[in-house]
């Protein structure tokens, strides 16, 4: 390799993308959503950050869970990493902690935020959002059913990406656990297992 090669190579920023999310359970909408954002920003790496209380959200499983379901469902991918950073801080959770203390841990990296057209939707709501934008860019996926709208929001700061579609959710996953259906090829097989093993969703709706 050239010397010039060698050098561009050794100045090159790390770029890390962010999977916030619930994943109650995760499920194969959100590793295809990090995969192809990975690949087309030249991720070196995506750590997925399961959420620790969900302000937005009412009910969530056990964190332990969710987290070891995370664990499982990216062990594969070499450059799929999880993150403890939002179970293991307190209060609810915030994108703006999550990404502070992100930066904390990476401060020569340049951070990615992937987020589904139906949370970028609801950005605006999110705690400290001016803050946001210059802790991370912001990569916003299609998800079948939303309309993945960003024109309201910086144009710096925010990307747009056509994502393979799957219309899966993790309601969807867990109401057919608790009506007895299969949720296999829905989420990775670990997965699928880890629910049978620790009766998760069995009685929700
Ligand atoms: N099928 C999908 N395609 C693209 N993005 C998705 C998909 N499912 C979830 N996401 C995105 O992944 C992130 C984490 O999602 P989350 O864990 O809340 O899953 P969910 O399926 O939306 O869960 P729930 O049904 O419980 O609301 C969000 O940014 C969400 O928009
Ligand atoms: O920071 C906020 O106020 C905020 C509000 C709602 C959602 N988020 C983040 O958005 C990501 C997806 O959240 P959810 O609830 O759709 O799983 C996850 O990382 C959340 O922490 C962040």
């Known amino acids: 390799m050239p010397d010039s090669a060698l050098d561009a190579q050794a100045t090159r920023r790390a770029r890390v993308g962010v999977m916030g999310g619930t994943f109650d359970p995760i499920h194969n ?7 192809e954002v990975q690949q087309k ?3 070196d790496e995506v750590i997925f950050v399961p959420t620790g209380q969900p302000w937005m959200k009412p009910k969530v499983t056990d964190g332990e869970h969710r987290y ?5 469902a990216t062990a594969a991918n070499p450059r799929f990493t999880v ?3 939002d179970i293991d801080r307190t209060g609810p959770t915030y994108t703006i902690d999550t990404l502070r203390d992100l930066r904390r841990q ?4 340049d951070l990615f935020f992937i987020s589904g057209a139906d949370a970028i939707a ?3 709501e999110w705690k400290d959002v001016a803050e946001l934008w ?23 700061g925010v990307s747009s990406l056509e ?7 993790s309601t969807d996953c867990r109401n057919r656990v608790s009506r007895g259906f299969p949720v296999w090829y829905l989420v990775p097989d670990g997965v699928v297992q880890y629910i049978s093993k620790h009766h998760l969703y069995r009685s929700i709706a």
Do not use: C, N, W, Y
Request: aromatic share 4%; hydrophobic share 55%; proline share 7%.
């Open 122 to 124: 609801q950005i605006l």
């Open 41 to 43: 920003f030249d991720l």
């Open 83 to 85: 993150s403890r950073v």
């Open 163 to 169: 994502v393979p579609a799957l219309a899966i959710s």
């Open 68 to 72: 070891l379901m995370t664990v499982i």
């Open 134 to 156: 210059s802790l991370a860019h912001f990569v916003a996926v299609s998800r079948p059913g939303h309309d993945l709208a960003i024109s309201a929001l910086p144009e710096q």
């Open 29 to 35: 909408g959100h590793l295809v959503a990090a995969s």
């Open 106 to 109: 990476r401060p020569d990296a």
